[in-house]
């Protein structure tokens, strides 16, 4: 009671309203207490960003980066479902063991290191910490973000332990507000307290890893069933759920997939595992330095096997893992909590067609620059989105996007026409399809060129520029050196697997702390490796040789 007291208050000193005063404390029953908070008469603007991992950290960075003048009576609240800020790099909570049907609050798995450079993961001039190896285990990454809060006193905006459940839009008059109700849990006894009240911007960061997309096939029940005696129970799971390889000692498994999950935890089981078969679409390449067998795609189960497209079967195949990605969902803007984004995969429907925001579960449209909401239900800057975009460096893009809404939210004249917007997104869409992307699938893939995904960071930049709202330095937003790093990414990855084979990593990395530092320390590797490469042509083969798309995921 005392804790719930204590929010009460903390909330009405923090926030506006939503005018309906019989929901304060509407109820107590059942340990919720529901309450709305009056408006309070200095809040000229009123903002919610939802995720406090890379993105939302980001675009809570930028908006209060706005000139103190400019952002003068606004309210900027950041809610986060979790206990603490990091998004996917914050671990399971302690105790915790994955278990469909529940969807893990986050896909990491303990042996996570990333598979870029951290030096290109971070937001504009606030590198990792020094002494961090460059390709970090999570917790660096986690450090990071939670250092990044900590620096910037972003803590004072951030509600953790608060999930927003529904944001229903109210239009009036041309212009309109959310009504967005949270659940906030204060691991008190008492349970969970609803937060319903009203925001005139919706800033959603809620990232693509959380909801596995979970393929089908006939014969799956007569498989799972029908486990033969003295073997452990056939399961078929979603590698969210995965976390140890030790599950896996001595067992026959398939591997779905071929992204950097279904390689990345293929390398992990395969010296445990009896055998692990790969199973991916036509001509993907399977986990390299591995034993892995490669299959093709699976047609379908029998009680006593698994049938591949190619007619052949496997009889003792003990656990299939579905490395096989995510939907994109927003179960807050969606059916059946709201109806602001509709969940729809026919063809018929595209952006110029849709009635209203879609998500086909794949991708967000019609959006200017996988940004603002262009339905026609509301102003392009009430419903934003940051961390869309993938295969680009995360931080600094989802910093940049934030940039771009917060000069909008300050100043709506900034963006092009409604008409413009929507032209220009369907100009990438098909570009992209004439490229061979379908855009309704990979549209939030950044692959229209090698160059799109820097390049797009400096066009929302410049964009800014060009409209006077931040002053021109002459300087591009995306360095030098972080173009070299991705133009060298395989390279890199080759020079630290050698420098970790030697276990030279402390000598490299000691004594670097300055962003400069940092970047000179990957064109002196680049430049080692490069060397011994010219002199060593025949140590190389074609597992060292990384295509781009398997760093940037
Ligand atoms: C296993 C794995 C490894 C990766 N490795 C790399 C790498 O090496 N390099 C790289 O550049 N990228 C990597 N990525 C990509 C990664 O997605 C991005 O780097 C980035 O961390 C994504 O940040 P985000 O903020 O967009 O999403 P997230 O980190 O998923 O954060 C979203 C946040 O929103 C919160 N949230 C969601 N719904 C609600 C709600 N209703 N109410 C309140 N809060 C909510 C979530 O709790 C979460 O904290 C990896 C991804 C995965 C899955
Ligand atoms: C969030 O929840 C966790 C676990 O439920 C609890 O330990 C923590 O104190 C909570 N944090 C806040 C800020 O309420
Ligand atoms: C498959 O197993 C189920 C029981 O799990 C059984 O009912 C069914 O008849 C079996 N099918 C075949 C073709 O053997
Ligand atoms: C795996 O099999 C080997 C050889 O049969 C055995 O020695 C080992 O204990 C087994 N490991 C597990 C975890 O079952
Ligand atoms: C959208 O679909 C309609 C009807 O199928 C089609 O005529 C139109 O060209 C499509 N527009 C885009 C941008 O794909
Ligand atoms: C808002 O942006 C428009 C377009 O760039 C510009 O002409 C106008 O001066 C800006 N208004 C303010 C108050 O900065």
């Not at 450090?143 to 944001?167: E, G, K, Q, R, S």
């Not at 498994?253 to 009896?274: C, F, K, N, Y």
């Not at 003990?318 to 179960?331: E, H």
């Not at 490796?529 to 042509?537: N, V």
Request: proline letters at 8%; charged letters at 20%; one cysteine or more.
């Amino acid at each position: 009671m005392v804790n719930i007291l204590q929010l009460v208050f903390s909330v009405v000193s923090l926030v506006s309203f939503w005018r309906r005063p019989e929901d304060v404390f509407e109820s107590l029953h059942d340990g919720y207490a529901h309450l709305a908070v009056d408006p309070s008469p200095e809040v000229t603007k009123s903002i919610a960003i939802v995720g406090a991992g890379s993105a939302g950290l980001g675009a809570l960075k930028a908006l209060l980066d706005l000139p103190e003048e400019v952002r003068e009576g606004w309210e900027i609240v950041l809610y986060e479902a979790r206990r603490d800020v990091g998004g996917l790099w914050l671990a399971d909570p302690p105790g915790y063991e994955p278990t469909p049907p529940n969807v893990p609050e986050t896909p990491m798995y303990p042996r996570v290191h990333t598979n870029t450079p951290h030096t290109t993961m971070t937001y504009p001039h606030f590198p990792f910490r020094p002494g961090t190896p460059l390709y970090p285990s999570w917790e660096h990454v986690q450090t990071y973000h939670a250092d990044y809060a900590a620096h910037y006193n972003l803590t004072p905006y951030i509600n953790l332990n608060h999930t927003v459940v529904f944001a229903k839009w109210h239009s009036h008059d041309g212009t309109g507000d959310w009504h967005v109700e949270t659940h906030a849990q204060h691991g008190n006894p008492g349970g969970e307290v609803v937060i319903r009240r009203t925001f005139d911007h919706l800033v959603v960061a809620v990232g693509h890893n959380r909801f596995p997309h979970i393929p089908t096939w006939e014969g799956t029940d007569g498989w799972l069933t029908n486990t033969p005696a003295d073997s452990p129970t056939r399961e078929i799971v979603h590698s969210v759920y995965y976390r140890e390889p030790a599950k896996y000692a001595n067992m026959t498994v398939i591997m779905v997939g071929s992204g950097t999950s279904a390689r990345d935890i293929a390398q992990q089981i395969e010296p445990l595992a009896r055998v692990v078969y790969q199973s991916v679409k036509d001509g993907k390449p399977t986990a390299p330095d591995t034993t892995v067998i490669p299959k093709p795609a699976i047609s379908y189960f029998t009680n006593d096997s698994i049938v591949f497209e190619d007619g052949t079967a496997l009889y003792d195949v003990d656990a299939v893992i579905l490395a096989t990605g995510y939907d994109l969902r927003v179960p807050f803007l969606s059916e059946p909590q709201s109806s602001v984004m509709l969940t729809d995969a026919s063809p018929d429907v595209n952006c110029t067609t849709a009635p209203t925001l879609t998500d086909n579960l794949r991708y967000i449209f019609p959006l200017y620059q996988q940004i603002f909401n262009l339905a026609p239900t509301m102003p392009p800057t009430a419903l934003t989105f940051v961390g869309l975009p993938m295969l680009t460096s995360q931080s600094p893009t989802d910093y940049a996007q934030g940039l771009l809404i917060s000069h909008a939210f300050a100043n709506e004249s900034l963006l092009p026409s409604r008409e413009e917007m929507l032209q220009n997104t369907v100009e990438r869409e098909e570009a992209l399809r004439a490229k061979g992307v379908d855009p309704y699938y990979d549209g939030h893939r950044m692959v229209l060129s090698d160059t799109e995904p820097n390049e797009y960071q400096d066009n929302l930049i410049e964009y800014l520029k060009q409209q006077g709202a931040i002053p021109d330095d002459g300087q591009r937003y995306v360095e030098e050196w972080r173009w070299f790093a991705r133009a060298n990414a395989p390279l890199l990855v080759r020079a630290w697997k050698r420098v970790q084979k030697l276990e030279e990593e402390d000598e490299w990395i000691a004594g670097i702390e300055t962003e400069e530092e940092w970047a000179d320390l990957m064109v002196r590797l680049a430049h080692w490796q490069s060397e011994w490469e010219r002199e060593h042509p025949s140590r190389l083969d074609s597992s060292d040789i990384v295509p781009n798309e398997w760093l940037y995921g």
